[in-house]
T-cell receptor
Framework: DVKVTQSSRYLVKRTGEKVFLECVQD?????MFWYRQDPGLGLRLIYF???????EKGDIPEGYSVSREKKERFSLILESASTNQTSMYLC??????????????FGDGTRLSIL | AQSVTQLGSHVSVSEGALVLLRCNYS??????LFWYVQYPNQGLQLLLK??????LVKGINGFEAEFKKSETSFHLTKPSAHMSDAAEYFC?????????????FGRGTSLIVHP
């Protein structure tokens, strides 16, 4: 089975801190994604990456950056954490879809609280 | 741009009753369609996906979904609800955009199952 592992299940940080959320997948997937999940808003795409050192902005990239130095690892960075970034963060990975119908595989999420 | 609408943020059924979760999408080309389930404090798991081989798709845990192109719908059903089906359900549409398949998620429907 595909395993997507997020480094922390719960995290509490203070306003203004630089925060790193780590995600590792073990199935050699090219595509990796970061979402935030808020009640009533579903999943919103922050950034995605389709290859090492490649990144693309999603729908809500403001206040975030990402890093993908190795294929299996995709990091989300909150440059200066603010209270409105308190949320559940989900990492996902998938094969490139090309002509096929590849689903995403998700980690269990990191619940981040900014105080 | 594609969009996904899930009618009803909450659906409540009795154990043993029919489950119907609605999903409508907007897409100018035949999309890739998915249903995911999220149990409390977990990430999303794939329930089923549309493959174009058949309009009626069977998934895990007794769920199935029917693709209706004329109605741009992909509703999820289960003949008899079980208490363990209580969870959040997400419909997702994936469409080619700039060389990558990027999923768009609905806002989710919370299924409540009463004894």
């Amino acid at each position: 089975d595909v395993k997507v592992t997020q480094s922390s299940r719960y995290l509490v940080k203070r306003t203004g801190e630089k925060v790193f959320l780590e995600c590792v997948q073990d199935m050699d997937h090219e595509n990796m994604f970061w979402y935030r999940q808020d009640p009533g808003l579903g999943l919103r795409l922050i950034y995605f990456s389709y290859d090492v050192k490649m990144k693309e902005k999603g729908d809500i990239p403001e206040g975030y950056s990402v890093s993908r130095e190795k294929k299996e690892r995709f990091s989300l960075i909150l440059e200066s954490a603010s209270t409105n970034q308190t949320s559940m963060y989900l990492c996902a990975s998938s094969f490139p879809q090309g002509g096929s119908n590849q689903p995403q595989h998700f980690g269990d999420g990191t619940r981040l609280s900014i105080l | 741009a594609q969009s996904v609408t899930q009618l009803g943020s909450h659906v409540s059924v009795s154990e043993g009753a029919l489950v119907l979760l609605r999903c409508n999408y907007s897409s100018s080309v035949p999309p890739y369609l998915f249903w995911y389930v999220q149990y409390p404090n977990q990430g999303l798991q794939l329930l089923l996906k549309y493959t174009s081989a058949a309009t009626l798709v069977k998934g895990i845990n007794g769920f199935e979904a029917e693709f209706k192109k004329s109605e741009t719908s992909f509703h999820l059903t289960k003949p008899s609800a079980h208490m363990s089906d209580a969870a959040e359900y997400f419909c997702a549409v994936s469409e080619l955009s700039g060389g990558s398949y990027i999923p768009t998620f609905g806002r989710g429907t919370s299924l409540i199952v009463h004894p």
